[in-house]
């Protein structure tokens, strides 16, 4: 660090450091990967199934709707408590539970009935999920300076893209499974909540709380990562002299912003997530196996997307010009994919999946560069449980108009807007506070970089 007061020890210091950091990315990143895709799994394996509920329980497209959206309703209310549980009680008790009980709802679903039972589930998956997200994004922020700590986040967040690639498949598949009373569809809830509860107990026995927990570090490599991460603390405190607190941060007008571009992001996501495998079987007499890999598609091109943009805003460093331009691309596909039919209307949300997963991806650097990061953790799951309550509005809605009009053209055309509009506000965002903000407001310090890198 450039402020150490023991220029001798750097070299030492700095070499276990880099040993320290090469061996927590390799020991936690696979596994939050691998976790992130089953939490993604769980949560959105209900799109391919919808047909199927709606044939054998039915549950039409607005109930289909509701109870698709009420996962993020529990997820929402049990946010913040989740995380701040977290931090209480350890990541690794807390990562497994929230792994081992949101496989039990997941798995659960497959014997649902009728609506009811479909809303409670699906409600209790949000509560159980709840925390997961931020809980990982707080872990690195224990275990990982602030310039390594946006490369991982930026490989974990591949983990919902990877979900998105191979969800379609995968679920097609199963959904093939007959045998011993029990449909495809539900096969497919039980095996792939199952995975989920396998995966958590493997989760206590291979993650640690906390650096010195670590028994696969040395203790040089244990103090040179908690001596790197309190420094870098340190040194964000020097440059506020109030302690920030959450009721002072509610006021702050760029953490209210942060929470509805989020919501604006997520409100497209989570429509075309959802509501994706439906306008895939309008193209066709298609199986669920081939809407399952039609389903891919977007996904797969959005994956590459991503690694293109973040790739461009590290040579170009403008954030929210990249943000701004994802989403301006998210909301022309939209609004294309109301111009033609179904083939076309695929097409279009192809080119749109590009901006909006790309926008996810692009957006968490600007708030993780204004926050302190004494209260990182819990404006990171409010912004994420605020966020993610489009994921409630998208679905119900689409549920609702498709219903009542037996079209969601309406909807496409609102995401389109959305997405202009947060476009536009982007530019409003702040990576960085304000000298001013430093001295007058708690929040004042950047956590997702070291205080020496410009934003």
């Given at each position: 660090?450039?402020?150490?007061?023991?220029?001798?020890?750097?070299?030492?210091?700095?070499?276990?450091?880099?040993?320290?950091?090469?061996?927590?990315?390799?020991?936690?990143?696979?596994?939050?990967?691998?976790?992130?895709?089953?939490?993604?799994?769980?949560?959105?394996?209900?799109?391919?199934?919808?047909?199927?509920?709606?044939?054998?329980?039915?549950?039409?497209?607005?109930?289909?709707?509701?109870?698709?959206?009420?996962?993020?309703?529990?997820?929402?209310?049990?946010?913040?408590?989740?995380?701040?549980?977290?931090?209480?009680?350890?990541?690794?008790?807390?990562?497994?539970r929230i792994m081992f009980t949101w496989g039990i709802v997941a798995t659960m679903m497959a014997f649902i009935q009728n609506e009811t039972h479909f809303y409670i589930l699906r409600f209790l998956l949000g509560v159980a999920e709840a925390g997961f997200f931020p809980g990982v994004i707080y872990y690195f922020t224990r275990w990982l300076p602030g310039v390594e700590r946006g490369k991982a986040i930026a490989i974990f967040l591949s983990g919902s893209a990877i979900a998105s690639l191979i969800s379609g498949p995968l679920s097609g598949a199963l959904l093939q499974i007959e045998g011993f009373g029990f449909h495809g569809w539900q096969w497919m809830f039980a095996i792939e909540g199952l995975a989920s509860v396998f995966i958590g107990f493997f989760v206590w026995f291979w993650l640690d709380s906390k650096p010195h927990d670590a028994k696969w570090l040395t203790r040089e490599e244990?103090?040179?990562?908690?001596?790197?991460?309190?420094?870098?603390?340190?040194?964000?405190?020097?440059?506020?002299?109030?302690?920030?607190?959450?009721?002072?941060?509610?006021?702050?007008?760029?953490?209210?912003?942060?929470?509805?571009?989020?919501?604006?992001?997520?409100?497209?996501?989570?429509?075309?997530?959802?509501?994706?495998?439906?306008?895939?079987?309008?193209?066709?007499?298609?199986?669920?196996?081939?809407?399952?890999?039609?389903?891919?598609?977007?996904?797969?091109?959005?994956?590459?997307?991503?690694?293109?943009?973040?790739?461009?805003?590290?040579?170009?460093?403008?954030?929210?010009?990249?943000?701004?331009?994802?989403?301006?691309?998210?909301?022309?596909?939209?609004?294309?994919?109301?111009?033609?039919?179904?083939?076309?209307?695929?097409?279009?949300?192809?080119?749109?999946?590009?901006?909006?997963?790309?926008?996810?991806?692009?957006?968490?650097?600007?708030?993780?560069?204004?926050?302190?990061?004494?209260?990182?953790?819990?404006?990171?799951?409010?912004?994420?449980?605020?966020?993610?309550?489009?994921?409630?509005?998208?679905?119900?809605?689409?549920?609702?108009?498709?219903?009542?009009?037996?079209?969601?053209?309406?909807?496409?055309?609102?995401?389109?807007?959305?997405?202009?509009?947060?476009?536009?506000?982007?530019?409003?965002?702040?990576?960085?506070?304000?000298?001013?903000?430093?001295?007058?407001?708690?929040?004042?310090?950047?956590?997702?970089?070291?205080?020496?890198?410009?934003?």
């Amino acid at each position: 660090m450039s402020n150490s007061n023991n220029a001798s020890a750097v070299p030492d210091s700095n070499s276990a450091l880099t040993r320290a950091v090469s061996k927590v990315k390799s020991h936690v990143l696979p596994l939050f990967v691998i976790m992130f895709i089953l939490n993604y799994i769980d949560r959105v394996n209900i799109g391919f199934v919808r047909t199927h509920m709606e044939h054998d329980l039915g549950i039409g497209a607005a109930a289909y709707g509701l109870g698709a959206g009420l996962f993020f309703i529990g997820y929402a209310l049990f946010e913040v408590p989740s995380n701040m549980l977290l931090q209480r009680v350890g990541a690794r008790i807390w990562l497994t539970r929230i792994m081992f009980t949101w496989g039990i709802v997941a798995t659960m679903m497959a014997f649902i009935q009728n609506e009811t039972h479909f809303y409670i589930l699906r409600f209790l998956l949000g509560v159980a999920e709840a925390g997961f997200f931020p809980g990982v994004i707080y872990y690195f922020t224990r275990w990982l300076p602030g310039v390594e700590r946006g490369k991982a986040i930026a490989i974990f967040l591949s983990g919902s893209a990877i979900a998105s690639l191979i969800s379609g498949p995968l679920s097609g598949a199963l959904l093939q499974i007959e045998g011993f009373g029990f449909h495809g569809w539900q096969w497919m809830f039980a095996i792939e909540g199952l995975a989920s509860v396998f995966i958590g107990f493997f989760v206590w026995f291979w993650l640690d709380s906390k650096p010195h927990d670590a028994k696969w570090l040395t203790r040089e490599e244990q103090d040179a990562l908690v001596g790197a991460i309190d420094q870098e603390q340190r040194e964000r405190e020097v440059l506020t002299s109030v302690k920030p607190t959450i009721g002072k941060l509610l006021k702050d007008r760029q953490i209210l912003l942060f929470c509805a571009l989020y919501f604006c992001i997520q409100l497209t996501i989570y429509a075309a997530t959802f509501w994706l495998p439906s306008i895939i079987k309008k193209m066709g007499e298609l199986s669920d196996v081939q809407v399952g890999f039609f389903n891919s598609i977007p996904w797969l091109i959005s994956i590459i997307a991503m690694y293109a943009f973040a790739s461009l805003s590290g040579k170009f460093k403008f954030q929210q010009a990249w943000v701004a331009t994802a989403l301006l691309i998210a909301a022309a596909g939209m609004f294309l994919s109301t111009t033609g039919g179904p083939i076309f209307a695929f097409v279009a949300i192809c080119f749109a999946a590009i901006g909006f997963k790309s926008a996810s991806s692009l957006f968490w650097p600007i708030p993780q560069g204004y926050l302190d990061a004494r209260i990182a953790a819990a404006v990171i799951a409010l912004i994420n449980s605020i966020g993610n309550l489009g994921g409630f509005v998208a679905p119900t809605t689409f549920g609702f108009l498709e219903q009542t009009t037996g079209s969601i053209q309406g909807g496409l055309y609102g995401l389109a807007g959305t997405s202009v509009l947060a476009a536009i506000l982007v530019f409003f965002a702040k990576t960085s506070p304000t000298p001013s903000a430093q001295v007058t407001t708690p929040n004042s310090a950047p956590t997702g970089a070291t205080v020496s890198k410009s934003h």
